[in-house]
């Protein structure tokens, strides 16, 4: 098993590697810069310039958060972003998809498409999760269905006649299926 220093190790390894046509050349990137003339500023006359700094970027970046663990971001960005989120790292097959996600721009529906995916494939692992820890899931509460049958009652009434076909939908095709090898046996 892997210690944490490796794993951020092989990460920075791998976005330097990422990140290498762009550190090299930024200017292929739409947009990249698009701020740095002050006398294109958009928000001039709003903004009184000639009270600040000369200078449009003479702050100090922040010190940026150190990297424990993976963390998934666009390919469209050079690098991290000087703080991000590390609760909930990629894992699982979610954690797969969400890495075959953003291997694709943001601009690509591919990219979006398998992020929803991720999402539903990661609250089936959290109801599996939940099992083996030995804790029954309250389906009905966690999903607020409470709050919608007090606030919207037509939509729930609507999900429940869905479900409640979908549902049939499977047990009448599988029923066929059932009924058609047991001819073939016979």
């Not at 429940?160 to 029923?175: H, Q």
Request: aromatic share 6%; with cysteine; charged share 25%.
């Amino acid at each position: 098993m892997k210690n944490i220093t490796d794993i951020a190790s092989s990460l920075d390894d791998e976005s330097r590697i990422q990140n290498e046509p762009y550190s090299k050349d930024r200017s292929q990137i739409r947009g990249w810069a698009i701020d740095a003339n002050s006398k294109n500023d958009p928000t001039f006359p709003m903004r009184q310039r000639h009270k600040e700094s000369t200078k449009n970027h003479d702050w100090q970046r922040p010190s940026l958060q150190a990297v424990t663990t993976e963390v998934l971001h666009s390919n469209e960005r050079p690098n991290l972003t000087a703080t991000f989120g590390t609760a909930s790292p990629p894992s699982g097959l979610s954690g797969t998809i969400r890495r075959f996600a953003f291997k694709y721009s943001e601009g690509k529906i591919i990219h979006w498409l398998a992020l929803l995916l991720a999402d539903r494939v990661n609250v089936l692992e959290g109801f599996g999760s939940d099992l083996r820890k030995g804790y029954a899931p309250n389906i009905l509460k966690e999903r607020g269905t409470k709050a919608a049958w007090k606030h919207n009652p037509d939509a729930v009434v609507k999900k429940v006649i869905i479900g409640v076909a979908i549902l049939t939908s499977i047990a009448i095709i599988l029923n066929r299926k059932q009924k058609k090898l047991a001819c073939k046996n016979n």
